[in-house]
């Protein structure tokens, strides 16, 4: 059993996230999704490898592999500030409460999502709504996190980076994973 | 026709107890409510807020079946699915915190019938006629003596029981019911609060008609260190009182210093202004290992569980004055005062001491003795930054921090004399000193942390009770009409992202001239920054429940004064009677009173019910991060809920598609939403025009701030007509509209739920 870095995440149960440290595993699951979700809270706009900012790798990953974003709290701020819109905006509570009805139409009025990424939610908040979607949303979609750290509650998630360096890794083979799928 | 006789028997008993032949307003249908009474009620409003569960944990542990795997639809060996288990936990949660408060009223009322007897007259002032608006509007009782509070009390016990009983093994099947009941648990919660703050008013003659109450001095270093400090944590000021008068009577009063944590120092200062603030309940601890307090008197509630442990650490001795948190130390009680002193001084022992005025006079005398002695003191820079310096970084500490913070780099600026940053990080530290226990260097992070907390020292205006009805009859037409933008109450625990976050939220409404009322630790720390001149929102806001002021109602149990407050408009402004009517007061209040309650920093069982009793009665409550912990929040979702009204003027159910209010029970995760959320929790279908472009002005203002310009995206949900349009926004919201094909709607003219849904309630009740 994996450990969740923050403690508070402790996993009280029996089904937990399947760790991947594979890239391309992570852009496999990404490009089999027939409608994927990016989900992104108000740290990506704080957090930064190397003095690039974790939003502008998400945009990046968006762009690359068409994926739609919901941006949740203040994100649309930032994402305003670097030129581009997100297609839809609620909290993180919100977005789950209508990802969790197999009938919502989703961000694209297309139909529900498949898979949804969440990425820089404070990850108590965020671990909850991974709980939230595992319990009443398991019969249409999976979830997966780009975030640093272990989330016991998704479907797919990184395991804990003791460096920096090892989660910018991954987020740029990511990048180029997907590239490839373009 | 057994039971037809048997149903009778109980409600002519009901109405001995209610005194119902007092005509002071006819009895409505639910008089003393028991489950079932407010259920489609509760129905009704949970068809459009949605339980939102958010389990923590895969099973349920609670029987000797288990553990049961609760995941993917299954359901345990008793047939329970984790809906409903989580439905289940959420009463549990309520009971704790309904149980709680009620403990105290049944406590400070057997205290204060002792003291002064059972006939003690209630007598709130001259400007308050109304004392009791929840106690009358859901028992339809009128009380006017202490004893009349204690068959109020009894009731709420009651209904405590049956609730309870709903959650043993093999009851309640459906998450629904279960709500409606946690919702009735949370209904009885601002009963049993109102019967504790109006018992304490009148016992303790605390404020009571008046707003301008005295400022009070705040912070660790208000605190004189030189004389003997006696501090008081928890919430019950039965201790507190007594240890006043003991100092005031024995002519020690200017000798001793007295300080409380948490709600017990609110009730303090509404005793003394001379007694001192610490802080909220996040700074217990870190309080308490400075050792600056000789003394400590723990009643109930929010106390630490391991306080003779931490006093022990720091030389200072503890007595535990209620039954409700013993410690399993000796229960000198019945003790002779000179020999519990004796071994508290001498042999450093903690005891219980269950007598107030006993407990009064041994912490005098054990402060007094022992005071000259202690010599704790704040931690020295050379020895902060020694001590930080042993950090290895291996992120122990901020694995278990429930805030999530970043102590490793703090440790390390500290180390190398970098201050700024770590007092940053301070702000937001919730005192709970699990990072001292996990490292493995045995840093004592939370000591360490001394060396950046700050002296300053602030001045919080004492807790002043009930709104008065005279300010009702002011601000109830402008409330409801929407040209008074809101009622906002902060209130809760002290479990903050950010600690300066509550003061800057109550700046930023107040300055925009909504009503701001504050309670408990959420009061505190409101108090805990300085705006322009070195003043807190305390002193640059008036005190008055009108637009623009900034009012300190009390403790925890004060928050039965803010539900209250929304009772009253219903009753004094709109002349509906209350009597036994929740369900005609609720009503009014979702649909007609712009009110928001924010629970920031919400940590316990006790925020726990009181913001479920808030949303029964229609008040939405935004919730910070960590409360998503709680597992259940009432969500809509705007664009696919129902949101048909009755227009009870018309008599014809409407189509609105106006989320108002959206959410009942909302987390935020920053401050910066949160201030883009509550002018929007605010709205409501009956603004006047002019109310709704006042309230769409604040909601798009705070918008472009925070979230980078543009329009909310569901502006268009709440303009009705052109004339709700800002005029400082006119033109761009025009483009906006046209661009998305918006049409206008006609407003409701006097919405309500009833006529929506089975109630027995005639439409006619709503109509005032």
């Keep these: ?182 | 026709m057994a039971g037809v006789k048997a149903l009778t028997k109980k409600q002519e008993e009901v109405r001995q107890l209610i005194k119902a032949e007092i005509p002071w307003e006819p009895v409505g249908p639910t008089p003393m409510p028991e489950i079932p009474d407010l259920r489609s009620w509760d129905m009704r409003l949970l068809k459009t807020y949605k339980p939102w569960y958010a389990p923590f944990c895969d099973l349920c542990c609670l029987c000797t079946y288990g553990k049961c795997d609760l995941t993917q639809g299954r359901r345990g060996a008793c047939g329970l699915d984790i809906a409903t288990q989580q439905a289940r936990i959420i009463l549990l949660a309520c009971l704790m915190g309904c149980s709680a408060h009620a403990g105290h009223a049944g406590h400070i009322l057997e205290f204060l019938i002792e003291k002064h007897g059972p006939d003690k007259k209630i007598d709130m002032g001259t400007f308050i006629e109304l004392e009791a608006p929840n106690i009358r509007t859901v028992t339809g009782l009128k009380p006017e003596t202490l004893g009349d509070l204690k068959t109020v009390i009894e009731y709420v016990y009651k209904e405590i029981t049956h609730l309870l009983d709903s959650t043993h093994f093999g009851q309640e099947g459906s998450y629904l019911d279960y709500e409606s009941k946690a919702l009735h648990a949370s209904m009885l919660d601002h009963v049993g609060m109102e019967v504790a703050d109006i018992a304490q008013i009148v016992g303790f003659d605390f404020p009571t008609s008046v707003a301008d109450t005295p400022m009070i001095d705040m912070g660790w270093e208000a605190v004189d260190k030189s004389k003997p400090v006696i501090l008081l944590v928890g919430h019950n000021p039965a201790t507190s009182c007594t240890l006043i008068d003991y100092l005031r009577e024995n002519k020690l009063y200017d000798k001793v210093e007295v300080a409380g944590i948490c709600c017990t120092a609110l009730e303090t200062t509404r005793y003394s202004d001379r007694a001192k603030i610490v802080g909220p309940l996040s700074r217990q601890l870190f309080f308490i290992r400075s050792g600056i307090a000789d003394v400590i008197m723990t009643d109930e509630q929010c106390i630490r569980t391991d306080m003779p442990i931490e006093a022990d650490k720091v030389g200072s001795r503890v007595i535990a004055c209620l039954d409700k948190a013993m410690y399993g130390l000796e229960d000198a009680t019945d003790w002779d005062t000179e020999e519990i002193v004796k071994q508290m001084v001498e042999d450093k022992k903690h005891f219980a001491i269950l007598d107030p005025e006993k407990a009064a006079e041994v912490a005098a005398q054990v402060a007094l003795k022992i005071s000259p002695r202690r010599k704790k003191e704040w931690i020295s820079d050379e020895e902060a930054k020694e001590l930080a310096g042993k950090c290895t970084q291996c992120d122990m500490c901020e694995r278990v921090c429930p805030n999530l913070l970043g102590l490793g780099k703090a440790m390390k600026d500290i180390s190398e004399g970098n201050f700024d940053e770590p007092q940053k990080l301070f702000n937001k530290c919730i005192g709970c000193g699990k990072c001292d226990q996990e490292c493995p260097q045995h840093i004592p992070i939370l000591r360490v942390m001394q060396v950046v907390a700050s002296k300053e020292t602030w001045r919080i205006r004492a807790g002043r009770g009930a709104i008065m009805d005279t300010e009702i009859r002011n601000v109830g037409a402008p409330i409801t009409l929407g040209t008074i933008p809101g009622v906002i109450a902060f209130v809760g625990c002290s479990n903050y992202p950010d600690i300066d976050d509550v003061a800057d939220m109550v700046y930023e409404f107040a300055k925009r001239k909504y009503i701001v009322v504050l309670t408990g630790c959420a009061a505190m720390v409101a108090g805990m920054k300085k705006f322009e001149e070195g003043k807190t929102v305390y002193e640059l806001f008036p005190p008055d429940f009108d637009a623009g002021g900034v009012v300190n109602v009390g403790s925890c149990v004060s928050n039965a004064h803010i539900t209250g407050a929304a009772i009253k408009i219903a009753n004094i402004f709109a002349a509906l009677p209350l009597r036994a009517n929740y369900e005609v007061m609720a009503d009014y209040v979702l649909n007609r009173v712009g009110a928001c309650g924010v629970a920031w920093g919400a940590m316990s069982q006790k925020a726990a019910s009181i913001g479920t009793g808030c949303n029964r009665l229609g008040i939405p409550v935004l919730l910070g991060p960590h409360s998503s912990k709680y597992r259940r929040l009432y969500l809509s979702r705007k664009e696919d809920d129902d949101w048909r009204v009755m227009d009870a003027r018309k008599r014809e159910i409407m189509d609105t598609g106006e989320p108002s209010p959206e959410h009942i029970a909302y987390v935020a995760e920053t401050k910066e939403k949160a201030m883009v959320m509550i002018p929007k929790l605010c709205i409501r279908k009956n603004d006047t025009p002019q109310g709704r472009s006042i309230k769409l002005n604040h909601y798009i203002s705070l918008y472009k701030k925070y979230m980078g310009g543009g329009l909310p995206e569901d502006l268009h949900l709440f303009v009705r007509r052109d004339a709700d349009i800002p005029l400082v926004y006119k033109k761009e919201v025009r483009v906006y509209l046209k661009e998305i094909g918006w049409q206008p709607k006609e407003p409701v003219g006097l919405p309500t739920f009833i006529g929506t849904y089975p109630t027995k309630v005639p439409l006619d009740a709503v109509i005032h």
Aim: net charge neutral.
């Design chain 1, 1 to 182: 059993m994996v450990i969740p870095f923050h403690r508070v995440n402790v996993l009280t149960g029996i089904k937990s996230a399947r760790l991947i440290e594979d890239a391309s595993e992570y852009a496999n699951l990404i490009q089999k999704a027939k409608r994927p979700l990016l989900v992104l809270g108000p740290l990506l706009s704080e957090w930064s490898l190397d003095g690039k900012l974790l939003i502008e790798y998400t945009l990046e990953i968006a762009k690359i592999a068409n994926i739609p974003i919901c941006a949740t709290d203040i994100v649309k701020r930032k994402m305003v500030e670097l030129g581009t819109k997100p297609d839809s905006v609620y909290d993180a509570v919100e977005i789950v409460n209508a990802l969790k009805d197999p009938d919502w139409r989703g961000v694209k009025k297309e139909g529900n999502h498949d898979l949804v990424i969440f990425f820089g939610i404070r990850s108590d908040l965020e671990e909850q709504c991974l709980s939230v979607l595992k319990h009443f949303a398991f019969t249409h979609l999976k979830t997966m996190t780009l975030d640093k750290y272990y989330f016991p509650h998704a479907n797919y998630s990184l395991p804990n980076f003791r460096k920096d360096k090892q989660w910018k890794a991954f987020l740029e083979s990511l990048i180029d994973e997907l590239k490839k799928g373009e």
